[in-house]
């Protein structure tokens, strides 16, 4: 095997630090990959409106392509890669492991198809406290509140806030009717 081709290794940034690590990798010209996924949230204090942020798919790991003699260069210890803690090794010795291309590029494949992504399928992705729209049946356009738990496949159980009166009202309504309100 040529040892000159560059392979995918896993790279174990600072605490906190993917983010300026992918950017150092970046600026040197190394081929990385940080998985990443959206959460669709609601924006604190308004009325339904929601915004989607982009989260760490798998937080403390980085993936990057690096040549044999990159591997010994990028780490804490060089000025250009500070976020980068270490380069996972192969146990007992001081060699970095390589992971599989295929496998790197599948993780890769996946983030960019949202496969990851949360609050866009209906039902699903969706926490106990998220504001939902209801888009059908007989409470079609009502703003109801997301409730976690146990609840028959295929449906979701929402809360509707002083429906009739004073109170709350919990129901049932099918997953493929209900969206991030």
Known sequence: MNEDIPKWYVLRPTIR???????ELKEAGINHFVPTFN?????RHTKAQ?????MLLMPGYVFAQLSIEQTKTVNKHNRKFQHVAQIVRVPATDRAMPVDAKAVEQ????????????????????VHGDKV???GGPFDNIVAT???GKVKPGFAKLILSK???????????PDDLIQAA
Do not use: H, P, W
């Open 107 to 126: 993780l890769r494949y996946l983030c960019d198809t949202n496969s990851f992504d949360q609050g866009k399928r209906a039902g699903s992705g969706f």
């Open 133 to 135: 729209l209801i888009i």
């Open 39 to 43: 959460r669709i949230t609601l924006v």
């Open 50 to 54: 929601v915004k989607t942020v982009e």
């Open 17 to 23: 630090g993917d983010r300026r690590a992918a950017e």
């Open 163 to 173: 429906m009739f009166g004073s109170k709350d009202i919990e129901v049932l309504v």
């Open 146 to 148: 997301f409730r976690g």
